[in-house]
């Protein structure tokens, strides 16, 4: 009993200060949390935007739960980008995965019939500055438009303008670079898979859209 008295003597002081700055934290919280997801999903919408350059607006059709590469369960918001005549000019969601320094959270664009990738971009990312945030610059993140909507693959060395399944690694952000891949990968086919089950898209067999391989050139171009 003594040590009890003790010890609520010596710390009394550091027990009021702990709960009286978690009050405030949670207030905090409790009131910027419309702000911020708000802010996220003005972010999200700009990065599906530019992705799908010829959407006008996009139309949340669904939301789908897919396991990530360590079996945990991740909802993906899936949306329809429409034209300015109602029409589907693709299709866009998040993703997410682990990086090197934390969870890295992506916008991934696919053509109307989830056939061919037509690109992604970071919603969030904590990647090391200067090495893996790099995942966010153009050279890097247009291996990716018109890649085919399948398996891809990391290489070391390779033309990053030839369109393929080969995405060239990030020199000096290898971890970084492969949790892309990976996040991508991991997600389009379980995404593509329950789309069709839902009667969203058609479902394409093991048609190869690639044909020969070719160099990469406009945005526009590359991918509709």
Known sequence: MFKIKHFIRQSWLLIISSFCFGLLIAIANAAWSPRIEQNKIDKLNCLMGGLLTKAESFEHTAELEIESARG???????????????????????????????????????????????GFDCLASNETPGFGDRIKLPY??????????????????????????????????????????KIINNSLTQIKDQMQNKGLIVSSGNQDIRGAPAKRGPKSEAWE
């Open 140 to 181: 890097y993140r247009s291996q990716f438009v018109a890649a085919p909507a399948g398996k891809l693959t990391l290489v070391k060395t390779g033309d990053t303008e030839k369109i393929d399944s080969e995405i060239v690694v990030i020199s000096g952000a290898t971890v970084s670079s492969e949790a892309v891949v």
């Open 72 to 118: 945990k369960k991740i909802k993906s918001n899936i949306y329809k980008a429409l034209s300015d005549r109602g029409r589907c000019v693709g299709w866009a969601f998040n993703a997410s995965g682990p990086g090197f320094a934390d969870q890295i959270e992506l916008v991934i664009a696919v053509d109307k019939d989830f056939q061919k990738i037509a």
